[in-house]
């Protein structure tokens, strides 16, 4: 651990490769993040969308500890598909805290891990868009994390808040990972360019189509505000 470096907490990389004793665990650590993402109110900070399109280049990898599978679409389609059943139980989990003790968080002071501004911004991101913001949410850092809270807060009904949560977790999961595998052979195939080689530049092209929206939204809301006053 002396050559550990904080900023890898943020580098999707970092997690896809983390072994245990010579044993690959990244698997597990993705599906893990995934469930802490929405389950844990806290994950608001792992790497998400950039995570699993990183995870649908190395989807070969990460499967075949796991299991053996022959057929190339079959890798793909299980960890798509696992990773889309840690997403159904994190938001499950999500809607469960807001439903029992959504309350807290409204009352729990400010911290560096935690901002009151961020679940305010997802209960107006929720009134707004109804069930769909589970969709939309999925794609978009933070209110991610606290759309399924707020949904717990708001007593959405069990039933169709289940099927938004199922729906946005295979729509993000199989959307993300498999662009980033199918991507990943055309340009190689293509272009002969290893995306494996340009992962920091991915990184930064994902953060910025995920985290702009929300930049905007931010600077409008400041705007519209100013004017108020």
Do not use: C
Request: no cysteine; hydrophobic share 50%; aromatic share 18%.
């Amino acid at each position: 651990m002396e050559n550990f470096d904080w900023k890898q907490l943020i580098n999707p990389e970092f997690y896809i490769a983390m072994e245990i004793g010579g044993v690959s665990i990244g698997l597990y650590v993705v599906l893990f993040i995934v469930f802490a993402e929405t389950g844990l109110f806290a994950g608001f900070f792992l790497p998400g969308d950039s995570l699993l399109f990183l995870a649908g280049i190395y989807s070969r990898e990460l499967v075949e500890n796991f299991t053996t599978i022959e057929s190339d679409f079959g890798n793909v389609a299980l960890l798509a598909t696992l990773v889309a059943l840690a997403g159904i139980l994190g938001n499950s989990v999500g809607y469960w805290f807001g439903a029992k003790s959504g309350w807290y968080l409204y009352k729990k002071e400010d911290s560096f891990w935690w901002k009151k501004k961020y679940l305010e911004q997802s209960r107006v991101f929720f009134e707004k868009y109804g069930g769909k913001a589970i969709i939309i949410a999925r794609f978009l850092p933070i209110l991610r994390t606290f759309a399924p809270i707020i949904a717990g807060i708001v007593q959405m009904d069990k039933k169709r808040f289940m099927f938004y949560n199922i729906l946005s977790s295979f729509v993000w999961s199989f959307g993300l990972i498999m662009a980033g595998h199918y991507l990943y052979e055309l340009f190689l195939k293509k272009w002969s360019i290893d995306l494996k080689s340009h992962i920091e530049i991915i990184i930064i092209i994902i953060v910025l189509i995920t985290t702009v929206p929300l930049i905007l939204k931010f600077i409008r809301g400041n705007k519209e505000t100013s004017e108020e006053a």
